[in-house]
Structures are given as structure tokens and as C-alpha cells.
């Protein structure tokens, strides 16, 4: 057995090697650094970054595994992927364990995990399956864009109902996939028309639905909210179906608030322990960064950040690192992007090169987006920023991407080969 782990080679592309390594050293230092409040509560210094040091260990040895896989296996693993993203969804949202008013995590064979870290490859794999089978001359076949709605829908309104960032980027992922596919313009242009109008809807829902009051995290009371229900509201299946779609309402409208109600405040005016402390925390750390930063470890805002370790993460990269060291990791995502891109465009097959794109387009607007929550420039959300944030689930599934993109760039076939003359047989 030993022998057999041991012969596993370590191939693929060597940029994203180098990615790879770069974010997870930052992540190790900055997840060592943010546990501040991990360390308090558990009496032990070095256990949040040896529990994390461990799961990047795992997620090494998951990439290593997924990245000796042919691509063309990758196909075979779809159907049951998709299965068993959606009935992990379903039980999630039945007996899942519940934090923050919000059910995303669920165990299985007593490993907590969140199934919606598996159901966004399962869409990816899907949809990369779709268009390199409908591909044309012209472009993929018209009906390709009703097969990938009629995958990729159920899943994404399953994720909607208890983490609406993550299925909103999820869908952003596989519209600008349909994009890349040639799917044509006309359905896309007619689908951003559909999503503008749901959009506007559930707002306008939200809006009448939603306490902005009810949403304050330090007593619970959407959660409350949820459990202390009538015996005639139980007996009710519509209320129980209204409570379950909506009860979240009052979170996205008080962080929908917050982020319009933007407003300059005077340094006595703002509420470090009550509702919107993280994004005032968050600010703080960076206005104290001074371009140059405090250093590792000399965070100072680490210890009133609850997420800092996660969420926040990058608010505590500038204010250690500076505008340098927090501008040097947005570079590296980009290079992720970039690099994989390069790698797409040499795969002779549509089904890699739409695969790891997909991959790729998941790490960085989930990676983006993070980072203008840290500085304020959307709407507070529940997203780590992938391969460096504190995690477990998405930890390793992360890893799996990357070990997914060293795949196809090590066993896919490419154009350059398919091009180039054999060579001849002299005769004896």
C-alpha cells in the first residue's frame, strides 16, 4: 500500500504548483494569526492551525489522488454526483445542523460537511458534459441551454434556500460557462431578461417580508423565529413551506440595508458590538493597515473579528501584510484564472478545457467577492476565501479543483499534438 502512494507522481502544470503552494503558506500564517478566538476558547494555542494544517494535508492527498485521474474519467462520475448532491440538499434542509438561522451543514458517517461544496462541482462537471456533446460548427446546440437549465436549476434552488451567495455564484458560473460554450447569444440575452425580472421580485418579497430587527446575530431571533412555531402553523404544510423558503428574509434585508445605508460615520457613532461589528471591525483593520502593514501576527483586529479566520480573512491580511501583501494574493488568483485559461486553450477536447474553466471561474469570483465584502464594497455574506479562509469541507473540495485543473493540463490531450507529422520509418 505504501509502495503504491509513493509511486504516485506529482505532475501538472508547474504555475499552478507554484499558485497552489503560495496560498496555502498564506492561508497556514493567516489562520494561525486570525484564531485568536479559537485559541481562547480552547485553551490551546496551537490546535486551530494544527486542526487546519491537517485538513490542507488531506486536500494534498485528495488533489495528488484527482490529479492522476485521466480527465476523460471525469464524465463517468456526473450522474452520480448529481444524485447524490441533491438528495444531500433535500436532507440538509430537513435535518440539517442549523447555525446562525441557516442549515448547510449536515453529518455523514460522522464527518460534518456542506453539500453544497459538492453539488457546485457536480454542476460544473455537468455542464461541461452538456456543451462538449452539443458542440457544433456554429457554435452548441440550442437545446444545450435547456438541459443545463433543467440540471443545473433544482440544485442551485436548493443551495438558494439557505445560502443565496453561494447558489447567486454558483449561477454566475454557469452563465459565463454557457458563454464560453457558445451557447447563443439570443437565449443568453433572454435568461439575464428572466433573472432581472426574478431578481426585482424577490427584492420586492424580501423587502415585505423581512424585519431588518429580527436579524441581529448575538440573540438569535431569526432562529428563534424558525423553531417557536404554532401547532396550527405546523399542521399547516403552506406555512411550513413559507417559513422554510422565506425565513431568512430578515438577514438579507438588514445586510442589503447595511451595504445601501453607507453612510460616514463619526468614530463615536459606530456600534462595535452590536449589529454590523464585523464589517466595522473589518474597516478598522485595514484603515490601520498604513499601506505597509503591522506584520504577521500583529493583528490587532483578530481579536474582535468572530469570523476573522474565515469570512474576514482578508481584512486581516491587510492589516498585517499591507496593500502589498493583500494586492500579491488577489494576484495569485488571477494568475489561477489566467494560467488555466492558457491550459483550456491548448486542450484539444471542448469537455477539459470547459471543465477546468468552470473550476477555475468558481475559486475566483467565490475569491473576489470575498475580498469586496472585506473592504466594503458588497454586501455582507457567509463566503470564504477558497484555499486560504479556515475550513473543512471546502478545504478539501478546493483542493480537489486544483487537483482537477493539474489533471487535464497533465493528461489531456492537446491541439499542438494532434498537428504534429509522425515520424517515418526508414526502411532497413
Same mark, same amino acid.
Given at each position: 500500500?505504501?509502495?503504491?502512494?509513493?509511486?504516485?507522481? $506529482?505532475?501538472?502544470?508547474?504555475?499552478?504548483?507554484?499558485?497552489?503552494?503560495?496560498?496555502?503558506? %498564506?492561508?497556514?500564517?493567516?489562520?494561525?494569526?486570525?484564531? !485568536?478566538?479559537?485559541?481562547?476558547?480552547?485553551?490551546?494555542?496551537?490546535?486551530?492551525?494544527?486542526?487546519? !494544517?491537517?485538513?490542507?494535508?488531506? &486536500?494534498?492527498?485528495?488533489?495528488?489522488?484527482?490529479?492522476?485521474?485521466?480527465?476523460?474519467?471525469?464524465?463517468?462520475?456526473?450522474?452520480?454526483?448529481?444524485?447524490? #448532491?441533491?438528495?444531500?440538499? %433535500?436532507?440538509?434542509?430537513?435535518? &440539517?445542523? !442549523?447555525?446562525?438561522?441557516? @442549515?448547510?451543514?449536515?453529518?455523514?458517517?460522522?464527518? @460534518? *460537511?456542506?453539500?453544497?461544496?459538492?453539488?457546485?462541482?457536480?454542476?460544473?462537471? /455537468?455542464?461541461?458534459?452538456?456543451? #462538449? /456533446?452539443?458542440?457544433?460548427?456554429?457554435?452548441?446546440?440550442?437545446?444545450?441551454?435547456?438541459?443545463?437549465?433543467?440540471?443545473?436549476?433544482?440544485?442551485?434552488?436548493?443551495? &438558494?434556500?439557505?445560502?443565496? !451567495?453561494?447558489? /447567486?455564484?454558483? $449561477?454566475?458560473?454557469?452563465?459565463?460557462?454557457?458563454?464560453?460554450?457558445?451557447?447563443?447569444?439570443?437565449?443568453?440575452?433572454?435568461?439575464?431578461?428572466?433573472?432581472?425580472?426574478?431578481?426585482? *421580485?424577490?427584492?420586492?418579497?424580501?423587502?415585505?417580508?423581512?424585519?431588518?430587527?429580527?436579524?441581529?446575530?448575538?440573540?438569535?431571533?431569526?432562529?428563534?423565529?424558525?423553531?417557536?412555531?404554532?401547532?396550527?402553523?405546523?399542521?399547516?404544510?403552506?406555512?411550513?413551506?413559507?417559513?422554510?423558503?422565506?425565513?431568512?428574509?430578515?438577514?438579507?434585508?438588514?445586510?442589503?440595508?447595511?451595504?445601501?445605508?453607507?453612510?460616514?460615520?463619526?468614530?463615536?457613532?459606530?456600534?462595535?458590538?452590536?449589529?454590523?461589528? @464585523?464589517?466595522?471591525?473589518?474597516?478598522?483593520?485595514?484603515?490601520? #493597515?498604513?499601506?505597509? =502593514?503591522?506584520?504577521? =501576527?500583529?493583528?490587532?483586529?483578530?481579536?474582535?473579528?468572530?469570523?476573522?479566520?474565515?469570512? *474576514?480573512?482578508?481584512?486581516?491580511?491587510?492589516?498585517?501584510?499591507?496593500?502589498?501583501?493583500?494586492?500579491?494574493?488577489?494576484?495569485?488568483?488571477?494568475?489561477?484564472?489566467?494560467?488555466?485559461?492558457?491550459?483550456?486553450?491548448?486542450?484539444?477536447?471542448?469537455?477539459?478545457?470547459?471543465?477546468?474553466?468552470?473550476?477555475?471561474?468558481?475559486?475566483?469570483? @467565490?475569491?473576489?467577492?470575498?475580498?469586496?465584502?472585506? %473592504?466594503?464594497?458588497?454586501?455582507?455574506?457567509?463566503?470564504?476565501?477558497?484555499?486560504?479562509?479556515?475550513?473543512?469541507?471546502?478545504?478539501?473540495?478546493?483542493?480537489?479543483?486544483?487537483?482537477?485543473?493539474?489533471?487535464?493540463?497533465?493528461?489531456?490531450?492537446?491541439?499542438?499534438?494532434?498537428?504534429?507529422?509522425?515520424?517515418?520509418?526508414?526502411?532497413?
Amino acid at each position: 500500500m505504501f509502495d503504491r502512494l509513493t509511486r504516485l507522481k $506529482f505532475k501538472g502544470d508547474g504555475i499552478i504548483w507554484m499558485v497552489f503552494f503560495f496560498l496555502c503558506i %498564506v492561508s497556514v500564517l493567516e489562520v494561525y494569526s486570525a484564531s !485568536s478566538a479559537l485559541t481562547y476558547k480552547a485553551d490551546n494555542y496551537w490546535k486551530p492551525v494544527v486542526y487546519h !494544517s491537517s485538513l490542507i494535508l488531506v &486536500g494534498v492527498a485528495f488533489m495528488v489522488l484527482t490529479m492522476n485521474v485521466k480527465c476523460k474519467y471525469f464524465k463517468l462520475v456526473t450522474p452520480f454526483a448529481l444524485l447524490f #448532491s441533491l438528495l444531500m440538499l %433535500v436532507a440538509v434542509l430537513m435535518m &440539517g445542523q !442549523s447555525t446562525n438561522g441557516a @442549515q448547510r451543514w449536515i453529518g455523514l458517517f460522522g464527518i @460534518q *460537511f456542506q453539500p453544497s461544496e459538492l453539488a457546485k462541482g457536480a454542476v460544473i462537471l /455537468a455542464e461541461a458534459q452538456i456543451l #462538449s /456533446a452539443m458542440q457544433t460548427v456554429d457554435g452548441a446546440d440550442r437545446r444545450a441551454f435547456k438541459y443545463i437549465m433543467y440540471v443545473s436549476l433544482p440544485i442551485i434552488f436548493l443551495i &438558494g434556500m439557505e445560502n443565496l !451567495s453561494t447558489a /447567486a455564484l454558483l $449561477f454566475l458560473t454557469v452563465i459565463i460557462m454557457m458563454f464560453i460554450g457558445r451557447v447563443p447569444k439570443v437565449q443568453l440575452g433572454r435568461l439575464m431578461g428572466v433573472l432581472a425580472m426574478i431578481g426585482v *421580485f424577490v427584492v420586492a418579497m424580501v423587502w415585505m417580508i423581512g424585519d431588518e430587527e429580527d436579524a441581529k446575530p448575538q440573540d438569535n431571533k431569526e432562529l428563534a423565529m424558525t423553531e417557536q412555531t404554532t401547532e396550527e402553523e405546523s399542521a399547516n404544510v403552506f406555512a411550513k413551506a413559507y417559513n422554510k423558503v422565506f425565513h431568512r428574509a430578515s438577514t438579507w434585508k438588514a445586510r442589503i440595508m447595511d451595504f445601501i445605508d453607507n453612510k460616514e460615520l463619526r468614530p463615536e457613532d459606530v456600534d462595535l458590538e452590536g449589529k454590523g461589528a @464585523q464589517k466595522a471591525h473589518a474597516s478598522i483593520a485595514i484603515a490601520t #493597515s498604513n499601506v505597509v =502593514g503591522k506584520g504577521p =501576527g500583529n493583528s490587532v483586529e483578530r481579536d474582535f473579528l468572530s469570523q476573522a479566520f474565515s469570512d *474576514f480573512i482578508y481584512a486581516i491580511i491587510i492589516e498585517e501584510m499591507g496593500v502589498w501583501g493583500a494586492a500579491g494574493v488577489c494576484l495569485l488568483y488571477i494568475i489561477l484564472l489566467f494560467r488555466t485559461a492558457s491550459i483550456a486553450n491548448r486542450c484539444a477536447n471542448v469537455f477539459p478545457a470547459l471543465l477546468i474553466m468552470g473550476v477555475a471561474l468558481l475559486l475566483t469570483t @467565490q475569491a473576489m467577492f470575498n475580498m469586496c465584502v472585506a %473592504v466594503g464594497l458588497a454586501p455582507v455574506t457567509g463566503q470564504p476565501l477558497p484555499l486560504i479562509s479556515k475550513g473543512g469541507t471546502s478545504t478539501i473540495v478546493n483542493c480537489v479543483y486544483i487537483g482537477v485543473i493539474l489533471s487535464v493540463s497533465y493528461t489531456a490531450k492537446r491541439k499542438d499534438e494532434l498537428t504534429e507529422p509522425k515520424p517515418r520509418r526508414v526502411a532497413a
